[in-house]
Every structure is written in C-alpha cells, then in structure tokens.
Nanobody
Framework: QVQLVESGGDLVQPGGSLRLSCAAS????????MGWYRQAPGKERELVAV???????NYADAVKGRFTISRNTAKNTVTLQMNSLKPEDTAVYYC??????????WGQGTQVIVSS
C-alpha cells in the first residue's frame, strides 16, 4: 500500500501559476506510474497528467503546453507545475500512483480555485 500526501492547492487569479506536490510513502518500491487527476464540481474525475518510472509523460489535451509534470524517483515525489491557469482548471486535484501489480492509490485531494 502506498500513502500519498498532496500540497500546493490555493486560490489564484486567471493567468497565474501554481505548483502542486505529492509525496509518497509506504510500499514505494512498487510504484510504477505517478500522476494527477482532477474533479470539478458536478463532473467526473479526469486525468490531468501522468509520468512513468522511465520519465515518459502524458497530458490531457486541455492542459498541454500549460502544465508540466515531473518526478523525483529518489525522493518519491511528483510535482505538477501549472501555468496560465484558467477558471476551467478549478477542481480538486488528486495525486495518483499505480504500482507494479496495477493497484491504484489516491491522495486526499487539494483544492485549486482559479478566479478573479
């Protein structure tokens, strides 16, 4: 089992930036994919960005060119740098990992609000 703790959510104006961080603990040697999902009010949870243990990243079309995911394997952390934020980016952001057995773990979520 992997435990995840997110940080960095906040209220930011449109066009601003935020940096989300997630630290993993527990069975970290089993981690394969790390990433971020988000869920806006009244909507389903959706993928934002994921990164494999080899460093290959995938992004949702809605965030390409604005968000950057990075991973520190030695520290077992994953970071999401979010630039040029839009009101439609408002959501609870969840850290996510998938281990070698394809078991998924989720963080508790961190709120991002983009509003003037």
């Amino acid at each position: 089992q992997v435990q995840l703790v997110e940080s960095g959510g906040d209220l930011v104006q449109p066009g601003g930036s935020l940096r989300l961080s997630c630290a993993a603990s527990g069975s970290i040697f089993r981690i394969n994919v790390m990433g971020w999902y988000r869920q806006a009010p009244g909507k389903e949870r959706e993928l934002v960005a994921v990164i494999t243990s080899a460093g290959s990243a995938n992004y949702a079309d809605a965030v390409k060119g604005r968000f950057t995911i990075s991973r520190n394997t030695a520290k077992n952390t994953v970071t999401l740098q979010m630039n040029s934020l839009k009101p439609e980016d408002t959501a609870v952001y969840y850290c996510y990992v998938r281990d070698m057995s394809y078991d998924d773990s989720w963080g508790q979520g961190t709120q991002v609000i983009v509003s003037s």
